[in-house]
């Protein structure tokens, strides 16, 4: 079975292949806030150099954010329009899961980056319990959590991240979205 994790959340794209639940294949390029030039070419790329059709992916996994506003839109965009076209299933999973299911589910506060403060999540040992990510400043951050130990910057293990994907619930495509936790330029 092969299936495909999308992620444009942050400066680079990521497209991982893998064949029955372990890794066979990935490019992750910086994209220099170019997702929308360099994501399609890069999963067509993924797919011919392992001589496979598109058809031939089994089920998607996406990374709804919080991350680029943009970079979202553009992966989960991407991953609906693969699912519904090809009736495959789709997975969704935030950029803070990524970071949690690579730390083996370890309970606590976990952190991803933004040019201008932290998404932060509190884990309590559910899988896929971080309804409640909020967006802090720099400063506001660093008021709230400088007693707490914070999870950030983990290297991905892509596998561990397959492992607990895999059994999430699988998501009508229409009913994928991505997460926009912090209020975005235009809107201020």
């Given at each position: 079975m092969y299936s495909v994790l999308i992620d444009t959340h942050d400066k680079n794209v990521l497209f991982v292949l893998y064949k029955d639940g372990k890794v066979l294949d990935k490019i992750n390029k910086?994209?220099?806030?170019?997702?929308?030039?360099?994501?399609?070419?890069?999963?067509?790329?993924?797919?011919?150099?392992?001589?496979?059709?598109?058809?031939?992916?089994?089920?998607?996994?996406?990374?709804i954010g919080p991350g680029s506003f943009t970079g979202v839109r553009i992966g989960v965009t991407i991953a609906k329009t693969l699912a519904y076209l090809l009736k495959k299933p789709i997975r969704s999973i935030s950029s803070i899961d990524l970071e949690y299911f690579s730390n083996g589910l370890k309970n606590g506060f976990y952190r991803v980056d933004e040019k201008n403060g932290y998404f932060v999540a509190n884990y309590d040992g559910k899988v896929y319990s971080n309804t409640d990510i909020k967006y802090y400043s720099i400063e506001e951050f660093e008021n709230n959590y400088k007693n707490e130990e914070i999870y950030s910057n983990i290297e991905l293990n892509l596998e561990e991240i397959y492992k607990y994907a895999s059994k999430l619930e699988e998501v009508n495509p229409h009913l994928v979205n991505p997460i926009y936790v912090k209020q975005i330029e235009v809107e201020k």
């Open positions: 910086e994209s220099n806030m170019r997702h929308s030039e360099i994501a399609m070419p890069s999963l067509i790329d993924l797919i011919e150099r392992n001589n496979l059709k598109i058809n031939d992916i089994n089920e998607i996994f996406t990374v």
